[in-house]
């Protein structure tokens, strides 16, 4: 007869709290937890028909939960979510950073996701045109309920996606042209349907660094940046009302500005509470010489004493990219970093780079003093990963230009118009202190969330769809070093119990009655070396491909609604093509 029971046995439980663990097992059935049993607890009566997947000296732990994605556009192509899935993350939360692939047509779509998240256009617009059938939220969650899931998926609505619809792409990135009356209307219907079918909240962006892609408002920033206080205040008495979650991103520009007006947004001593989360939290190194992390832990005491729920989004592992040439978010940041990514031909930025005037501008731009953003333009500090010249492999170009005399943004240049996007280079942001990123852990004043990966986007420069077990590994690594860290039972409930608590989903738990997405490690296998990050095919896509973690002898078995999802590392033939794996969780 057909099995729908499993029994995890004889492993490590955490069951997502900050209990303690223990040794026993867990009993599965119809896609719930039956039974917890302890260690020589007999099994219930009728339970001879069983899959039993042996977790001896593993741990048996809740699904991870990744709440910061970019899996708008490939759960289209490769609804498994693989790489994800098979590093043990059971739900994922799509459309943030405002973009979201709901309301606006496929063209809008595409351009304000595919510059600012670094994906092709030329592979996601064809197959947007061909797919996005849905122009409301109701159809868009009706479509994911059809849809073979591997993971679970949450979503927020963009608050690009529906300024788009509103008013199109044209006004929607106009300086000062506020939202009529009826464009609001539009926005606000929209906004509350979303929700009103589950959706966890809206995700806004007020910083201007993200640029739009395509031909027609090409390097506007992303419409949300272009809204009125009144606007965002509007949108947010719905969320409060709807007790939805905001997510944003605070104006670099003016970040006193933003950051008093998201204040003001958190106080609830009239009104309902508003959940708000921001990114990022990290210990990078632009904001080593500014008090940036302390300035971010301040604000989150002051809105704990105004009432205020509000969470950083932190990436729990060191935060590391390869980049190809200049093709990385980050020289949005440097004008004339802008202007080669304006250019959307290689041919271009060929000739662009080969200006002595460019070279000039460079050099001052990299030299300059700037306002701190996500990177702190230390180029010296970037290293040379893949390059024909195969003898500065290794280096970092602090090295080559101290050997060949020059400033090190010159020697950037000139390796830019000699090779191109066959110089290939890794950078550091941050991340890469023990002690620092073992305070972001233990969150002693409880600022931050500990999810962020980023997934599905920048995908030919990062990977961090392991980030959990990166994290796990580093715990373990930092107490053989002797530093005094929080508990592996403590850092579970960050990556599941916690999360699901604060965005009110139903999963991150290992109880009785519990959705059964849950996975077997084995705790032997987390070392250092998880930041490893290869090219392989892109799932969905033909001849593309992306860089991805493999990590293999750490995830055993993967549960997703108590399907077995992963076998020994390997993602299961039917996921993603079949359904009863993930599904659409609403928010509750």
């Given amino acids: 007869g057909h099995i729908s029971m499993i029994l995890l046995k004889n492993g490590r439980v955490f069951d997502g709290s900050k209990k303690p663990s223990f040794i026993g097992s867990v009993l599965v059935d119809e896609g719930k937890v039956l039974q917890v049993l302890a260690q020589n607890e007999a099994l219930p009566e009728g339970t001879e028909n069983l899959e039993v997947i042996d977790a001896t000296n593993c741990w048996i732990t809740p699904g991870f939960i990744d709440t910061h994605t970019h899996y708008d556009f490939e759960l289209l192509v490769n609804p498994a979510l693989s790489e994800s ?28 996701f595919t510059r600012v998240e670094g994906v092709p256009r030329e592979q996601v617009l064809p197959i947007l045109k061909d797919q996005k059938l849905w122009h409301r939220p109701k159809e868009y969650v009706a479509f994911l309920d059809d ?62 660094g993200d640029r739009l892609d395509g031909d027609r408002v090409r390097s506007k920033a992303l419409p949300s940046v272009y809204a009125s206080f009144k606007e965002y205040s509007a949108l947010n008495k719905i969320l409060r009302e709807s007790k939805g979650i905001l997510q944003t991103a605070p104006d670099v520009r003016n970040p006193l500005g933003s950051m008093l007006h998201l204040a003001w947004e958190l106080t609830s001593f009239f009104r309902r509470q508003l959940r708000i989360t921001s990114i990022v939290m990290m210990d990078g190194k632009a904001s080593r010489k500014k008090p940036l992390g302390k300035l971010q832990l301040l604000f989150s005491k002051a809105v704990r004493i105004l009432g205020g729920d509000f969470r950083w989004q932190t990436l729990p592992c060191e935060f590391h990219v390869r980049i190809q040439g200049m093709n990385f978010v980050i020289f949005e940041e440097v004008p004339s970093g802008a202007t080669y990514l304006h250019l959307s031909e290689n041919a271009d930025r060929d000739k662009l780079v080969s200006d002595p005037a460019f070279k000039k501008e460079f050099i001052k731009n990299m030299t300059e003093r700037f306002r701190p953003a996500l990177w702190n333009r230390d180029i010296g500090d970037g290293h040379v990963y893949q390059c024909p010249d195969q003898s500065i ?37 941050g991340n890469e202190r023990d002690d620092a990123i073992n305070d972001l852990y233990a969150d002693r004043t409880g600022s931050n969330l500990m999810s962020f990966s980023d997934a599905g986007a920048h995908i030919q420069n990062m990977a961090n769809y392991n980030f959990p077990l990166q994290m796990l590994a580093r715990l373990k690594n930092m107490r053989k070093n002797g530093l005094e860290t929080i508990s592996d039972e403590h850092a579970i409930h960050r990556l599941s119990g916690e999360l699901a608590d604060w965005h009110g989903i139903d999963t991150g738990y290992i ?39 493999r990590n293999d002898g750490i995830v055993n078995s993967v549960l997703i609604n108590g399907k077995v999802a992963v076998r020994d590392d390997q993602c299961v033939e039917t996921l993603g093509k079949s359904m009863g794996y993930g599904s659409f969780l609403r928010a509750s």
């Fill in 85 to 112: 899935v098979r590093h043990g993350v059971t739900t994922v939360v799509t459309g943030s950073c405002s973009i979201s692939a709901v309301m606006a047509e496929a063209e809008d779509c595409s351009d304000i």
């Fill in 147 to 208: 849809h073979p899931l591997g993971a679970n998926v949450c979503s927020y609505i963009g608050h690009s996606d529906i300024r788009i619809a509103a008013m199109g792409i044209e006004n929607s990135v106009e300086e000062d042209r506020p939202a009529t009356a009826e464009e609001m209307t539009f926005m606000k219907e929209a906004l509350q349907e979303a929700m009103d079918v589950g959706f966890l909240g809206m995700s806004s962006m007020q910083t201007d």
């Fill in 393 to 429: 492999i290794g280096l970092s170009f602090a090295e080559i230009a101290k050997h060949r005399n020059i400033h090190v943004a010159e020697v950037f240049v000139d390796l830019l118009v000699e090779y191109g996007n066959q110089l290939i280079w890794k950078l550091v942001i």
């Fill in 511 to 549: 109880k009785k009655g519990a959705r059964a997405d849950i996975n077997v490690i084995n705790p032997e296998n987390l070392h250092h070396s998880l930041d490893s990050i290869v090219e392989a095919d892109f799932d969905g896509i033909e001849n593309f491909t992306r860089l991805v973690n």
